[in-house]
């Protein structure tokens, strides 16, 4: 039986409407009820100014990781985090040089995955082809990286914007990237909550954190990289299909031009899994090298970013062989105060995993790596907790690889030598070297609209 939390008696109220109290409403999704338009609105609004305690707000995280939501919840959910905070607009805007034409904003969220930096290299190739990028990004949840960390491990770069600032690069440089400071603060509390509450797996959750940040950005257009498998949040991939159903009719229904591409997940994305690192990989890209499925995921994100923005006439890749995407790149970071020329951090001790006998490179988990990466100091256990910019993991042998006995497989990077054992430990039965190279599967599963 459908339940709602109406006029329950307690801590707060809507203006006009019914009171509500936390343990009601936390009860009512607890044992599988619809929360009312009004319930979601005091509670985003309640959790936001403090007045539902983080406790309380991590038993309702768990109550609808169990019982989900309707399209309807997740709506309203979405609604009620966008109007937490500022919602930008940059509409006025005009690309310098060209004051009679409109930006064309646009932008692309990736759904989570291990050695998913594609945003870096992807940003400057739309900036060079003459997208403009106002991107709202964030940190590290559970075993997948963050855009924020990995770009703060280049020296003196920056992602605390001000609204000017954002402006001003738009305008001039054609991108900036930035924490969400002001935009949707309901979901920056939630987001660092759900990282250490187990509750990141959730369909509504992940929805509506993604498209409360994008939809305050202040972009037109957006291009989803929803992940599927091991080491996506959602592992099956009618979960992640209508996940991105679900994102794009967010989107749309708030104005956007929404589209999705359905990605692979089981095996880690490039040779290069940590902050610091996947810079290092990101720029072996931009430069014309890197891995090729590194490069095939941004290629084609760019095409469907410069389509759904209205831009045309441009090859993405070409940005990569003619060097301007790499200009773009070395002006961004520049623009946001690090130095492209700079070395980035290295963890100060190393392991290295050999093979045992030759074989063939078999299946690498992608979950496995991450939590092997989480576990080297790359990620967070609490709310707040620094980063090592130096922690990582490279991977020497693809899947399908021949390898020699002897051969190194992966080194482990740490500050903090005693992570190593928890590492390896996570990779162990994570990767196999056999007889036979495992099947191929393609890279982009689908595409969306």
Request: proline share 5%.
């Amino acid at each position: 039986m459908t339940q709602t939390t109406s006029g329950a008696s307690g801590a707060g109220a809507t203006a006009g409407g019914p009171a509500f109290d936390a343990p009601t409403v936390i009860r009512t999704k607890r044992d599988g009820g619809a929360l009312s338009d009004a319930a979601i609105d005091w509670v985003i609004d309640a959790y936001t100014d403090g007045r539902i305690a983080d406790e309380q707000m991590s038993a309702l995280l768990m109550a609808i990781f169990l019982r989900g939501m309707s399209g309807a919840e997740i709506a309203r959910w979405t609604a009620a985090m966008v109007a937490s905070g500022r919602r930008f607009d940059f509409t006025d805007l005009r690309r310098a040089g060209a004051p009679g034409r409109p930006l064309a904003l646009v932008d692309k969220h990736s759904t989570g995955g291990v050695g998913d930096k594609i945003t870096i290299p992807l940003v400057p190739v739309v900036m060079a082809c003459g997208g403009a990028v106002p991107q709202a990004s964030g940190r590290g949840l559970g075993h997948t990286g963050g855009t924020l960390d990995k770009l703060e491990s280049i020296p003196g770069f920056s992602a605390e914007l001000s609204e000017a600032q954002i402006r001003h690069q738009l305008e001039g440089i054609g991108a900036a990237i930035f924490a969400a400071g002001e935009l949707a603060p309901a979901d920056r509390k939630m987001y660092a909550l759900r990282d250490i509450t187990a509750t990141t797996e959730s369909l509504p959750l992940i929805a509506s954190s993604v498209m409360s940040k994008k939809i305050a950005e202040g972009t037109r257009a957006l291009v989803l990289d929803t992940k599927v498998g091991s080491g996506a949040f959602l592992k099956d991939e009618a979960e992640a299909r209508e996940l991105a159903r679900t994102m794009i009719d967010l989107g749309t229904a708030h104005g956007l031009v929404t589209r999705a591409l359905l990605t692979d997940m089981n095996t880690p994305l490039g040779a290069a899994v940590g902050n610091a690192i996947e810079v290092a990989e990101s720029v072996d890209v931009l430069v014309g090298g890197g891995p090729p499925d590194v490069v095939e995921l941004t290629v084609a994100l760019a095409a469907e970013m410069l389509d759904a923005a209205g831009v045309d006439g441009i090859d993405p890749a070409e940005t990569l062989r003619d060097g301007s995407a790499m200009d773009a790149y070395r002006t961004l970071i520049s623009a946001q105060g690090g130095d492209p020329d700079a070395a980035l951090p290295v963890g100060a001790h190393s392991e290295t995993i050999t093979a045992g006998h030759d074989g063939t490179m078999g299946e690498i988990d992608a979950m496995a790596v991450g939590l092997a990466v989480w576990r080297l100091g790359a990620g967070r256990a609490a709310p707040g907790q620094r980063v090592q910019h130096g922690a990582g993991l490279r991977i020497h042998r693809r899947p399908g690889e021949p390898v020699a006995a002897g051969q190194p497989l992966f080194t482990l990077y740490t500050d903090t030598p005693e992570r190593f054992a928890a590492a390896i430990a996570e990779l162990d039965g994570g990767f196999s070297v056999g007889d036979a190279a495992p099947a191929q599967r393609p890279l982009i599963i689908d595409r969306m609209v």
